[in-house]
Every structure is written in C-alpha cells, then in structure tokens.
C-alpha cells in the first residue's frame, strides 16, 4: 500500500503576462510537460469561456492530459488571476512547476500547496 501521487495546486494573483492568450496558454501547457517529465496522450485542450452572465469573468481554461493524470489552468485576466494543478502519480519536481508557472504568467503574488492523493493506494507488487 502506497500514496498514489502529488497534487500541486496554484493560485496566481497579479499575473502580468499570458492569461489572455490561448494559443500561448496551449504552447505552455503542451511544453510543461516535456519540462517535468510526463507524457503527453492528446495535446492540450484550450477553451475559451465567454461568460455571459458575468462578463468581466472570462477566461481561458486549459488541459493537457498525461499518461500521469493531467495539468490545468483556468485564467480570470480582467482580475488578474489564475488557478493551475499538477497532478499526477508519478513523481515530479514540484519547485520546477512552480517556477515554470511563475516565469510564464508572472505573478506579483503566488499561493500553493502540494497534497499527496491516494493514501493507501493499492500499486501492483508483480
């Protein structure tokens, strides 16, 4: 019995840089991977969300998905934010993600967390 991984979690406040920007955001998602050693299975998936109800709430969402579980990021660039995750059950360097995030969107303020997931996960002994 085993954990099954780590989850790093993200809230981007005061970011500068990229959040308007899906193509940019697809590019970053689709390069972090190779950065932190995962493996793609589709490449990244971009939305863009208009938010009617609430205008100044738009944003860009984005997943890649990983052999590993998945990345994504969810921007607000009328406030400024945004919320990113890394989860997966292999292991990776978190402070690189981290720095990765940073140095892309450029926050003045940066929160975050790792949680291990699957506590008592069963892994394969063969």
Known sequence: MDDYGLHLMLDLSGCRSN???PMQIKKFLEEIVDKIEMTP????QIYLYPSHAKPEEWGVSGLQMIAESHISVHTYPENGWLFGDVFSCKSFDTERALLLFTKFFEPSHTKWWIQTRGEGFPRSTT
């Open 19 to 21: 959040l308007n920007e």
């Open 41 to 44: 299975i589709m490449p990244a």
